[in-house]
């Protein structure tokens, strides 16, 4: 396979920020919470945008992007289809990777973890909370099937419209619902000039308590 010039010619020198491990948080969520903050000070577009990263039981690899909608130190918050291509993934094999790219901070974080449904009233009280379009969407996407047309999927739509015309409570169907990603490794990128990128990566030990090391660029 040959390199196109013009794509391999393509490159950003990163010198915005510095990370050292010295100066880090002792605990990645911390850490995490400081660097949203700046992300949201920034005014990043979809700041919360992230790729969720998941595997088939043979190990096929597939990933996507998915919204961050709350996280804490149990873990980052996000919804889905639980019928859906991922959700059928996470059934199986419920380890999964997320990763933001917050280009004008040079930064990048990689989440590794568990992944658990949350609560049923979580999910309700979410769910609730959306826009009636929205709640709308998710009750009528068979998310991931095929479809023969988008006149199908708008078909299904109408009735579901029709059916809550008017109401203020759509109920939350069963296959809906949030998941937390419980890290047991979360790594920062800070971008660096010529390739001498920052990165350090928390561990999750037996004791839980977090191991914190630098990583080659």
Known sequence: ??????????????????????EVAKD???????????????????VN?????????????SA?????????????????????????????????????FWRELQRQVRINGIVKKVSKEDSDAYFQSRPAGSRIGALSSPQ????????VLEQIVAVNTAQFAGDAFIPRPGHWGGYVVQPVMIEFWQGRSSRLHDRIQYALLD??????ERLAP
């Open 207 to 212: 004791n839980n308590s977090w191991k914190i």
């Open 1 to 22: 396979m040959s390199i196109q010039k013009a794509i391999a010619d393509i490159r950003t020198d990163y010198s915005l920020k510095t990370l050292d491990e010295k």
């Open 49 to 61: 945008a992230m790729t969720l990263a998941t595997a088939s039981p043979d190990g096929i690899p």
């Open 28 to 46: 990645p969520i911390t850490q995490f919470d400081a660097w949203w903050k700046e992300a949201i000070d920034s005014h990043l577009d979809e």
């Open 64 to 100: 996507r992007i998915v919204l961050l909608k709350s996280f804490d130190e149990n873990g980052f918050v996000f919804f889905t289809n639980y019928n859906s291509a991922k959700g059928r993934e996470l059934a199986a094999n419920p380890r999964a990777e997320l990763v933001f």
């Open 144 to 151: 991931s099937q095929v479809l023969a047309n988008r006149e």
